[in-house]
């Protein structure tokens, strides 16, 4: 399991001064960034060389997050398919979980517009964030 | 169902030179204020008189949206239930769809901490756009 | 002088229940390009087409803007330079003015990393939105 | 001076493929909580206790910033006033300054809607991280 501390920002709260739901999925977007690094070490942008394309997001907002205090973001891995994988995130602040994602991301090949299967080496590095989906949510 | 035209903002623009996906999310805020109407006429953010707290999206990201269009954005009832309502949301570009979400809204009691009941007239006002699920995504 | 009528989103209202600086400078941005297009008249954003570069924005926060009420962008130009041109906003909210600001924008060569001459014909396209520094904040 | 790291999200890169400059504003936001703690020490959101209000903002998008590599904000104070301050900002990114700013911010009551005198003992922290206008943007 991936984890990192964030700091809400000022904007991010909204009018009810606790974190908009939208923003949680920007931080999820970067806690996935070190997995991301797996496909492309070096995060260029090229068409020819970005290779993922996220086609689902799902989120449960379990808490009120707020201002003042800081996050964590965990992130790990739900399902690896053959083009496919499944991430799980979720946001802890004062030792409450306060909201879980998973994003459905596929292996993308930009240029003729059609999925790739995932390589075996990459395979094996997102497994070493596997977690069981009835171990999702449980402090650790 | 609800209707409402959008410009892409040049910021909501990714490094895939396509609108990032949490934008998509406040695209649907942003066209559920209608509805949000039917509960707090003047939109009112004090504790007191806003009763509407988000628990759940659901987002499918279907087709790239690009800059330089103008995208519709369409909104409509999936559920009523005794304190929650779902609410179904489309990105229209170009005649294809792009993105369709779901979103779980709690009638909610932000002083008391809980959920409240949907009054009569407001289970009525939403009914008015209710939509089946063997609709949704279909142009019309 | 341009004009556009925009709805602040729910997520751009921050903690003390009105919009957020940051989000000003998104709202500018998107009334700009009207402008834009008289560079770029399909939007396209590759290095090819898009020639705009922004080098400097100032923002004067003027008054506090709630959500639940529209409000109005002004657009206009202030100045023409060689290669560069500036770009006064405003935003007005129940026949107020809450903010204004000026952007400093360089028509470039993304590919040779080089300001270009703005065209004869552009130049009078921006000259008929021109405003001078002291008609700034007046309502018409 | 303050410094902190920041990685750029995805989403934060716009069409040009590179950070966009609405982007700026909300890092300086972030860079600046730890002056903001000065006068509120638990960044409390309440009318009552919140008591800075930004009135000004002034940015220079020096280079551009891309995706995949950190940045540094920088933050020091360049005036202090009876009751406003003036904070200076900067984004480095491999070694090289991309963007510098300055905010001119006011001690405020929100409840009586006035400006409030700066206490002595918070003008001397703020002083801690005074930079002459001569040396902003000088790496060190």
Redesign the interface.
Known sequence: MLKMIL?P???E?????HV????I??WF??AR?EL?RYFIP????S?EK?TL?????????LGQIR??ENVEIRTYILKIGNSSFTVGNEVWQENEIKAKGKSIIIHYD?INEKSMKIPGEIREKLNQHFLKEEDIGKSN
């Open positions: 700091t920002r000022f904007g709260i909204d009018g009810m001064k908009n739901n939208n923003v999925g920007e977007e970067l960034e991301y070096d995060l260029d942008l068409l970005w394309i996220l086609v689902r997001n799902e989120t449960d907002f201002y003042g930009y």
